[in-house]
């Protein structure tokens, strides 16, 4: 018969606690229970027990946050288990399970929606994005489904958010949508939910709500008509500042306003009339050359330098230009345009004044060109046609015509 442990009490477990040595101490009092202790200085309560054909060690808290008397009447119970049939450690596992799965699905749609944005937010170029997501989440979904468990989030919730807006403000509405798409997804990802998404447009939103396109008009950026950009440029060459000639630069290459005001010096090769964009500063991720025509090379040369600063158009401070110094110098002139909007006008020159095929000037605008199959087939960036495009742009605009007397500029390889 095994020799039974002696029955401490209270203070011979304390002293244990302060100077036993590492390992098991049986404490007495129910069979199996030990006070463990550890080279770390931890202590806890060890129940040796027999399962069917199993002994494991099952752990009933530490001390002294677990008395002497709480481990003998855990123990007790453990072992009361035991007898009846009942594995005490599985019990426990699935109890743990239970109350994780509860935790789990007590999420709500705004705490999904914040660590959404944090998971996601080094995959955007830029802080601002991560701005407008909460922004719009913020502004339209947190009031009706903010506080709601991301668990119970069905059809009648999300038409709550987007419903009072989808015919006013379309456009937005839709972000939204999208948005909540992504999120809801997120959560069904991580376990916080089940089912099919309901901010989901094929097949679900698209039976209950009209299109997009059908339910209001896309609104285009406001852009100077083609006839009026030179003599928009003589009077934008008059201006000072690094913000005019930030906006003369977008002109003449027909970039996006915010890869002009990244552009580094490290980016353009004057000798060989080339800027080159990185992927990472593209809207579509991948690598940009820009051909630099005469006028472009001459206001790069005459610009101002920085020491220690890499910016072409750097701030006064050095720091990267506003996106608002661009519109603010529009706004001086008294022209009712957008810096982007001199892409649109560039678009239409192109086609109107110029035969030079389509995916040209689409190339020269950074956009996609044709579907993957003949993307793959089309490897080179037509880069000298290009070139021989913003040599005329540039001298088109230098050089405008008189209205009414307007004649379409050739290209020297018309295709």
């Given at each position: 018969m095994p020799k039974k442990a002696k029955v401490l009490g209270a203070l011979d477990v304390s002293r244990l606690a302060r100077e036993g040595e590492p390992g098991l101490h049986a404490v007495g009092g129910v069979a199996g229970l030990h006070l463990q202790v550890d080279d770390g200085g931890a202590r806890s309560w060890i129940l040796r027990v027999t399962i069917g054909d199993r002994r494991p060690d099952m752990g009933l808290g530490g001390?002294?946050?677990?008395?002497?008397?709480?481990?003998?009447e855990a123990a007790r119970a453990a072992r009361a288990k035991i007898k009846?049939?009942?594995?005490?450690?599985?019990?426990?596992?699935?109890?743990?399970?239970?109350?994780?799965?509860?935790?789990?699905?007590?999420?709500?749609?705004?705490?999904?929606?914040?660590?959404?944005?944090?998971?996601?937010?080094?995959?955007w170029k830029n802080a601002k994005h991560a701005k407008q997501w909460t922004n719009t989440l913020t502004k339209y979904a947190s009031p009706k489904i903010g506080t709601l468990q991301v668990r119970d989030v069905e059809l009648p919730?999300?038409?709550?958010?987007?419903?009072?807006?989808?015919?006013?403000?379309?456009?937005?509405?839709?972000?939204?949508?999208?948005?909540?798409?992504?999120?809801?997804?997120?959560?069904?990802?991580?376990?916080?939910?089940?089912?099919?998404?309901?901010?989901?447009?094929?097949?679900?939103?698209?039976?209950?709500?009209?299109?997009p396109s059908k339910v209001s008009k896309v609104a285009h950026h406001p852009a100077l008509p083609d006839v009026d950009v030179g003599a928009f440029m003589r009077d934008l060459r008059k201006g000072e500042g690094m913000g005019a000639r930030a906006l003369e630069f977008?002109?003449?290459?027909?970039?996006?306003?915010?890869?002009?005001?990244?552009?580094?010096?490290?980016?353009?090769?004057?000798?060989?009339?080339?800027?080159?964009?990185?992927?990472?500063?593209?809207?579509?991720?991948?690598?940009?050359?820009?051909?630099?025509?005469?006028?472009?090379?001459?206001?790069l040369r005459a610009l101002p330098r920085i020491p220690g600063v890499d910016l072409v158009f750097a701030a006064p401070r050095g720091g990267v230009l506003s996106d608002?110094?661009?519109?603010?110098?529009?706004?001086?002139?008294?022209?009712?345009?957008?810096?982007?909007?001199?892409?649109?006008?560039?678009?239409?020159?192109?086609?109107e004044r110029t035969n030079y095929p389509h995916e040209v000037a689409e190339m020269a605008l950074?956009?996609?060109?044709?579907?993957?199959?003949?993307?793959?087939?089309?490897?080179?960036?037509?880069?000298?046609?290009?070139?021989?495009?913003?040599?005329?742009?540039?001298?088109?605009i230098n050089t405008p015509p008189p209205k009414g007397n307007v004649r379409a500029i050739r290209s020297k390889a018309a295709v």
């Open positions: 001390y002294p946050d677990v008395t002497l008397a709480g481990a003998r009846a049939g009942i594995d005490p450690i599985a019990e426990a596992r699935a109890a743990r399970s239970v109350l994780k799965a509860a935790m789990a699905g007590a999420w709500t749609f705004d705490a999904c929606a914040t660590d959404y944005i944090k998971a996601k937010a080094s995959e919730h999300v038409l709550s958010v987007i419903e009072p807006i989808w015919s006013t403000k379309t456009e937005t509405a839709n972000r939204v949508r999208n948005r909540m798409e992504l999120v809801l997804d997120w959560a069904t990802v991580r376990g916080y939910r089940k089912g099919l998404n309901p901010a989901r447009w094929r097949g679900h939103l698209d039976k209950v709500l009209a299109k977008v002109i003449l290459t027909a970039c996006r306003s915010g890869e002009v005001r990244g552009a580094t010096w490290q980016e353009i090769d004057l000798g060989a009339a080339t800027w080159t964009i990185p992927a990472s500063r593209m809207k579509a991720d991948r690598e940009h050359r820009v051909p630099l025509s005469v006028p472009a090379l001459r206001l608002m110094t661009l519109t603010a110098v529009l706004r001086r002139m008294s022209v009712d345009v957008v810096p982007h909007g001199f892409r649109s006008t560039f678009r239409d020159w192109c086609s950074a956009h996609a060109v044709g579907n993957r199959t003949e993307a793959a087939y089309r490897r080179g960036d037509l880069f000298e046609k290009r070139r021989e495009l913003m040599t005329l742009w540039a001298k088109f």
